[in-house]
């Protein structure tokens, strides 16, 4: 089949959940159809989410529209991708993967922009709405006719690479030569303000202090914008870290790596993972340390408390047997307090055990369970145009 489908994402420093699932999606797409993926910020340049700092090189844009008059569908992971692909010749499926309104480094006046003007504007044009999760599809979309448009995919994971990767070593583990990974808990995001970095680096540090010599290390996967107000933390607070180094030692609180390609053959080796976010679309990092049988403590926030529920249809004893524990938001001091206990009991009671059986926990967010529902929203679409 000669079919042209386009997939559009934004080309983040840090290859989050949305571009690896373009990625899964392009390569089970290919065996059948000619599809290409771009991103979005290789035409049009952008300030995260500031629209009122939008740079538009018109010339760029209209080689982008240029551009997607060679197909026939497009699917546009997220906001920015969706809008600059809207009213063109080719039939547009949008993927929403999070919310500007839960974004703190928005500014107010971009959420103002996109939650009650750009996005309702996306939705109307939109032939499809798939949403990873309910929580997702905002309210005016549940009680109008756009509903219709939603079929809900969720979660597009490859277990089958995720099976090469907690089997093979990645080119930056020689950094961790010298440290005991199984004495370490680890945190993995992009560190960015709605991810609750800043919030738990004071539980950790609350924690640290109860236990004294008994602690667990550290380690904090990823990077952005808030690494400075992170290690300025660290500085005012008597935590010793080090950073993105060449080789890590054993004489260290906090380690802070920068993205990594392979994160979660770190993550299996700790004893702990935490997920102290405000807001979640759909986490790769939360169903890829579930992967590993890794205890995990995450906030009850929307997309974490789906995986929650989702996984608990299926298997309630692993809910049951506490690997899989949700906490509240961090608000106040009474919560960071809370969460330190919990870190405390966990490290009692959990040190280097991991549940048995944990790669089938997450079948229902895989692509080979999940494929089969993007192949036939394609399918149908390119027979109503032909």
Not at 35 to 57: E, G, T, V
Not at 89 to 99: A, D, M, N
Not at 126 to 149: D, G, S
Request: proline share 3%.
């Amino acid at each position: 089949m000669n079919k042209k489908i386009l997939i559009v994402t934004f080309n983040w420093k840090n290859i989050g959940g949305t571009q690896k699932r373009a990625a899964i999606l392009k390569e089970k797409f290919s065996k059948n159809y000619n599809i290409d993926h771009i991103f979005i910020n290789s035409y049009i340049r952008f300030n995260i989410l500031k629209l009122d700092k939008l740079k538009i090189n018109i010339r760029n844009f209209f080689k982008y529209r240029k551009k997607l008059k060679k197909y026939k569908i497009v699917i546009a992971f997220s906001n920015l991708p969706s809008i600059f692909s809207l009213i063109s010749k080719c039939t547009l499926i949008t993927v929403i993967s999070g919310s500007t309104y839960y974004y703190k480094e928005a500014s107010f006046i971009s959420k103002l922009y996109w939650v009650f003007l750009l996005e309702p504007l996306i939705y109307l044009y939109a032939k499809k709405i798939i949403p990873a999760a309910p929580h997702l599809v905002p309210f005016y979309i549940k009680k109008t006719f756009l509903n219709k448009k939603v079929d809900y995919i969720n979660g597009f994971i490859d277990l089958s690479e995720l099976r090469l990767k907690t089997s093979s070593e990645n080119n930056n583990i020689y950094k961790f030569s010298n440290i005991n990974l199984e004495n370490c808990i680890c945190l993995s995001s992009a560190l960015i303000s709605h991810k609750g970095i800043i919030e738990f680096l004071e539980i950790y540090s609350e924690y640290r202090n109860k236990l004294r010599n008994d602690y667990l290390k550290l380690i904090i996967i990823g990077d952005g914008p808030k690494l400075k107000d992170c290690l300025e933390y660290c500085r005012n607070n008597g935590l010793v870290y080090q950073t993105n180094s060449e080789f890590f030692n054993n004489n260290t609180d906090l380690y802070f790596t920068g993205h990594l390609e392979n994160p979660i053959f770190i993550i299996q080796q700790c004893s702990l993972f935490v997920m102290p976010s405000f807001y979640e679309g759909l986490s790769n990092q939360l169903l890829e340390a579930i992967y590993t049988g890794i205890p995990i403590i995450a906030s009850n926030c929307p997309g974490n408390n789906f995986v929650y529920s989702e996984i608990g249809k299926g298997r309630q004893d692993y809910l049951n047997s506490n690997f899989f524990k949700l906490m509240p938001i961090i608000k106040n001091r009474k919560i960071k307090s809370a969460w330190a206990e919990e870190l405390i009991f966990y490290t009692k009671n959990f040190k280097n055990v991991k549940y048995k059986n944990s790669n089938k926990l997450i079948d229902n967010f895989s692509s080979k369970k999940n494929f089969a529902k993007w192949e036939k929203i394609v399918k149908n679409i390119l027979n109503e145009k032909k």
